[in-house]
């Protein structure tokens, strides 16, 4: 598996690697730890992480993006000293951040390439650079997606998205989780709480969502997470009673702390295209722990929160959001109703073991054999 990060807080990936390595395959993750603060090799639970670093050369450009070219050389090279000492039958790349180097390890060594598409990458990428110059990773995409062997993508409008490229095999593996209980657990909070973890950034209704928590009784909001706002919400937090911002937490600690919590925040900026389509980690938390969410009204994830009636649909705006957010803090018997909708719903499609199969049967497919 290539992948463009230490393989620390990588949820989706982690899910995968162990899934294959459970099934009876060997997986090796190459990330890219940027900060050279983590070991260069470590085992994680059975999965072997092999992490590269930036070069002098790469210390010296500005920004991770200037990085990428000489980033999939070093990728590419790591990976076929790696087969040349293991031979490896597949090369798993996650997201088109790696997918150059993958497809040149594809084409020198003769194996199978799976693109696991997290997001539509030149979609992500528009709202932090210029318009001409995402278009130019949406084209990019466009030449080199068709050359996996199987595709495998995160939700329908993504799973369009690379069938109308010409692609051939296209499987759902949706970013679901594993259940947390079968039976619904009532939260025993005695002040309601609101709970985000995951990227902190300005598209999240975050800092906005602080600003309307601070004013209102019996409402506690839990943060958690790392990102460019990161030192705005540890401020903000120190001097308000009612907001708590844990920082980084371990992956494990996710669904516990979300199934502790009475309401999920999911609330994205609609504006960014990526965010209109984007199925987010915060909606398959709440289903695998049964807890209702606060997500924004007319895109993916929120009609998906609609779908199921698992939650409250909001503007992205003060007003909407403080409605919902008294009008589900007034009314436990609703967050109950609406929890167990979301219970109901992972039971069906949405839990890891249905993403589960799917993934192994893309692998069966390729005829790629485990032990």
């Not at 990085?67 to 031979?87: F, I, M």
Request: hydrophobic share 35%; net charge neutral.
């Amino acid at each position: 598996m290539l992948l463009s990060n230490p393989f620390t807080h990588d949820p989706r990936v982690y899910n995968e690697a162990i899934s294959l390595h459970k099934a009876g395959h060997d997986v090796t993750v190459i990330g890219w730890d940027r900060g050279s603060q983590h070991p260069e090799k470590e085992i994680i639970d059975n999965i072997q992480v092999v992490r590269t670093r930036n070069t002098g050369y790469m210390r010296i450009l500005p920004y991770d993006i200037f990085r990428l070219r000489p980033w999939w050389r070093q990728l590419y090279k790591t990976g076929k000293l790696l087969h040349e000492k293991n031979p490896f039958d597949a090369v798993h790349c996650h997201d088109l951040d790696t997918l150059p180097a993958g497809v040149q390890l594809k084409n020198k060594l003769g194996i199978d390439l799976v693109y696991d598409a997290h997001e539509i990458w030149g979609y992500m990428v528009a709202r932090d650079i210029p318009q001409w110059w995402a278009n130019h990773f949406l084209r990019k995409e466009s030449k080199l997606a068709p050359r996996a062997d199987h595709i495998i993508t995160v939700a329908e409008p993504h799973q369009s998205y690379f069938k109308k490229m010409g692609c051939g095999k296209v499987t759902l593996v949706r970013n679901s989780k594993p259940l947390a209980s079968m039976e619904y657990q009532p939260p025993s909070n005695k002040v309601t709480t609101l709970i985000y973890i995951g990227g902190l950034n300005n598209s999240r209704f975050l800092l906005e969502a602080i600003d309307i928590c601070k004013d209102l009784d019996n409402i506690h909001f839990t943060i958690a997470g790392f990102g460019s706002i990161e030192s705005d919400i540890k401020e903000l937090a120190s001097k308000i009673s009612n907001v708590n911002f844990l920082g980084k937490i371990s992956m494990s600690e996710v669904l516990p702390l979300t199934l502790k919590a009475d309401i999920i925040h999911c609330v994205f900026n609609p504006s960014n295209k990526n965010n209109q389509i984007g199925p987010p980690n915060k909606v398959f938390e709440a289903m695998a722990t049964g807890r209702p969410v606060l997500a924004t009204k007319d895109i993916y994830s929120g009609d998906l929160v609609d779908k199921y009636q698992m939650g409250q649909t909001v503007k992205f705006d003060h007003e909407d959001y403080t409605k919902a957010l008294i009008k589900l803090r007034d009314d436990p018997q609703l967050r109950e109703k609406l929890g167990k909708n979301a219970l109901e719903a992972a039971k069906g499609e949405f839990n890891w073991e249905v993403q589960e199969a799917r993934l192994l049967d893309t692998y069966n497919d390729l005829g790629v054999k485990n032990g």
